[in-house]
């Protein structure tokens, strides 16, 4: 028998998808053909990676996670050349407006591209894809901070929270929400 | 006998019923030989497939098991794609997209794991009730097969009678049951201010306790698609058991033909490789366990001289009888938080509302709190609201909470109309792709209008739901039933008491397919006590010669 088809031989365990593992993070699909180390050497001449993480930060009260960041950076640049551009009027707006957290300049971010960037900054960050169809490549999974909002009660699927047996019916009121 | 190609037993499929029947027979001293249409893949792989899944895909529990192209299965992540493969009609054809992935172990790597036992009432629907069909056998006869499925795969559940369904047992469970989450606490609590019984589930699961080398259930809360630590029993497991008691498996191998010789008996089952050669093998005995929609299929392809309706078809009942549980769901929206995804994606049910002397005119229901975490929904449903800051955390958590799934599953009459043929259609090897005419009948619409929508109305307002749509599309629960339909008579049922084919002796399909009602729960543990019992026939049978 051949065995070119068997998907458990140990000649096949190269990764289907995930390409390349650097520092604990994934570098997924089309994105592998982007090592990070590029965008590290990019982010000496061009201040674009550092201002996606300086206006997520902006745009999200939370942590987070710095090679999740980058990689989104990238694959927006990827996908919409423009969105440099969106980036630092984003970072304009908050800075006229002396800005600490999104509540503080969200209302001026005019309705149209720049809003629409904004938007889906948060969205890519909260989801962990910037585009939610079939064939979408995941950036976070576990990271993605939708989970976080219900993190003390809901389990991420696929990750326990608890060991055998070790849950019950008790829950926290719906307005402790938790910190992350 | 056994050399590369033939063995004292071929077994097609190993899924659940497959393995059952493989260990049993490697037990016995038989020698196995497993033929499996698809790929045989590692869990991680699973478990990444599935992370890697965009949110909304996540919902579709096929989609980490991508078919390959010789053993294609239902895609559920558009119309488009589950139209591909089986080919539905009839009033109900949405309720026919069956989810089975064509993998080594089957449809067991996505099962909930849920274990209900059909009642002794749900054997004897024609005596009383009228409507139907009767089992061949009683619910005393097929007891013992039911402790000894739930001693082989692992099930857990309350050592109380009076949470037990049904509480008829010749022993107790091998595991204790598992904690409610406080969705499931919720539930049970409203359903009983309305005098119902929200009952924890039978389930293969490890409750607290390592059981045959798997270990006890942490609450990841992703049974449906797959168990990442398979403390859920899934027919994977058993696979590398199997090799171990010699047994041997035999993946990406496409059966297409069932081979009769001149006295009716099976001689052989040919199969592709991926790369579309055709090889035959041998064996003294035939089980062939590919599923309700995959056995009917290969039997319908094998029409020879001999059997020109198709083997195991002198009764024209095979490919016949089609059924599911048709699933309506009721989304609420409730003033205070009920939480998911506490524990298992499911455990528990309303069993009561199955029984009843209505049954003379409309079917019984099961009432399900479906427990997974809700925080994807949430998430993305808050996520396209444009919110932001502590606005946008608020509404996921809100839409996260304070919403919840109640599936409603409906018990289906056998009807001869429901049924499979082979389409015209073929897939990448040449072979037909299953045809499969559905209509649920008047029997369920009835329940949904007069029993099953009311009543889940009721149970919503008592949760304190301020919303609550139910669907109108009956859609599948992916319990295969009824092709391969089990009686005393050859002339109007396929297979015998022991899933014997009538027109074979040396041929045994045990599974859903052979089992004579639905009733409402899940059918898993109903096809595993039948796969034990065909075993011991099969046995039996070896060793008469």
């Not at chain 1, 979408?136 to 939708?146: H, I, K, N, S, T």
């Not at chain 2, 082989?152 to 022993?171: E, Y």
């Not at chain 2, 091998?174 to 919720?186: D, E, K, S």
């Not at chain 2, 958590?397 to 259609?425: V, Y």
């Amino acid at each position: 028998m051949t065995h070119s088809h068997r998907d458990d031989a140990p000649a096949e365990f190269s990764l289907f998808r995930r390409k390349i593992l650097i520092g604990g993070g994934v570098i997924l699909g089309s994105l592998a053909a982007t090592p990070i180390a590029t965008i590290a050497a990019d982010s000496a001449e061009s201040t674009y990676p550092n201002q996606f993480l300086e206006i997520s930060a902006l745009l999200i009260p939370h942590r987070l996670d710095r090679d999740v960041g980058l990689r989104l950076a990238a694959a927006l640049r990827m996908k919409d050349p423009t969105f440099e551009a969106h980036v630092s009027g984003l970072i304009h707006i908050a800075k006229q407006k002396n800005a600490k957290i999104v509540e503080d300049f969200f209302p001026d971010v005019p309705d149209g591209p720049l809003k629409d960037a904004a938007l889906l900054i948060v969205s890519a960050w909260y989801l962990g894809v910037i585009v939610d169809a079939s064939d979408a490549e995941v950036f976070a999974y576990e990271l993605a901070l939708m989970y976080q909002p219900t993190i003390d009660v809901m389990t991420i699927p696929s990750y326990a929270i608890s060991g055998p047996n070790g849950w019950t019916s008790q829950a926290p009121p719906l307005s402790e929400i938790p910190s992350f | 006998m056994a050399n590369e190609d033939s063995a004292d037993v071929i077994v097609v499929g190993t899924g659940i019923v497959g393995c059952l029947v493989a260990e049993q027979m490697l037990d016995k001293g038989l020698s196995v030989l497993m033929l499996e249409a698809g790929p045989r893949v590692d869990r991680w792989r699973i478990v990444e497939n599935y992370r890697n899944l965009p949110p909304t895909l996540r919902l579709h529990f096929d989609a980490p098991y991508p078919p390959k192209a010789w053993a294609p299965h239902l895609e559920s992540y558009s119309d488009g794609a589950a139209a591909e493969y089986l080919q539905l009609e009839g009033p109900n054809a949405r309720a026919y997209r069956q989810g089975y992935v064509r993998y080594a172990g089957g449809a067991t790597w996505h099962w909930a794991g849920i274990c209900w036992r059909l009642t002794p009432q749900d054997m004897r629907l024609k005596s009383l009730y009228g409507v139907g069909r009767d089992s061949p056998f009683d619910y005393d006869t097929l007891e013992p097969y039911y402790t000894r499925a739930e001693y082989a795969i692992g099930v857990c559940g309350p050592s109380d009678p009076a949470l037990q369904w049904p509480p008829i047992r010749s022993k107790p469970y091998p595991m204790g049951p598992l904690p409610f989450g406080p969705g499931a606490q919720r539930f049970t609590d409203a359903a009983a201010r309305i005098g119902l019984k929200n009952v924890p589930s039978a389930q293969a699961r490890n409750s607290r306790i390592a059981y045959d080398g798997r270990p006890p259930c942490c609450g990841n809360n992703n049974c449906i698609p797959v168990c990442p630590i398979a403390a859920k029993y899934d027919a994977a497991t058993a696979l590398p058991k199997i090799e171990a008691k010699g047994g041997r498996i035999r993946a990406n191998a496409v059966a297409y033909r069932v081979e009769t010789g001149p006295k009716n008996a099976i001689e052989a089952v040919h199969y592709f490789d991926p790369d579309k050669i055709s090889h035959r093998v041998t064996g003294k005995m035939f089980v062939l366990a590919c599923n309700g929609i995959e056995t009917p299929k290969l039997l319908l392809l094998s029409r020879d001289e001999r059997n020109p309706k198709g083997v195991a078809n002198s009764s024209d009942q095979l490919g016949r009888n089609m059924m599911d549980q048709p699933k309506l769901v009721a989304e609420l929206t409730l003033a205070e938080p009920m939480w998911t995804g506490v524990g298992p994606v499911q455990g528990s049910s309303i069993m009561q509302t199955s029984q009843g002397e209505f049954r003379g005119r409309h079917g019984g229901a099961l009432f399900r709190f479906n427990n997974m975490a809700r925080s994807t929904f949430g998430g993305v449903a808050a996520v396209r609201k444009g919110l932001v800051g502590k606005a946008l955390d608020a509404e996921i958590r809100r839409l996260s909470a304070c919403t919840a799934e109640i599936a409603i599953e409906h018990e289906l009459l056998p009807d001869p109309n429901n049924r499979l043929t082979l389409s015209d259609k073929k897939d990448w090897l040449g072979i037909n792709k299953p045809n499969i005419y559905y209509d649920v009948g008047d029997y369920v619409r009835r329940c949904a209008q007069e029993y099953s929508v009311p009543l889940v109305r009721k149970l919503a307002a008592e949760l304190g739901a301020v919303d609550t749509q139910v669907s109108t599309v009956f859609t599948n629960s992916d319990h295969i039933m009824g092709g391969m339909i089990m009686g005393a008579n050859p002339t109007d049922s396929v297979v015998d008491p022991d899933c014997r084919a009538h027109d074979h002796p040396n041929l045994f399909l045990p599974g859903g397919g052979a089992m004579t009602t639905s009733g409402c729960g899940n059918s898993t543990l109903t096809m595993a006590a039948l796969a034990l019992k065909a075993g011991d026939a099969v046995i039996d049978q070896a060793r008469r010669g």
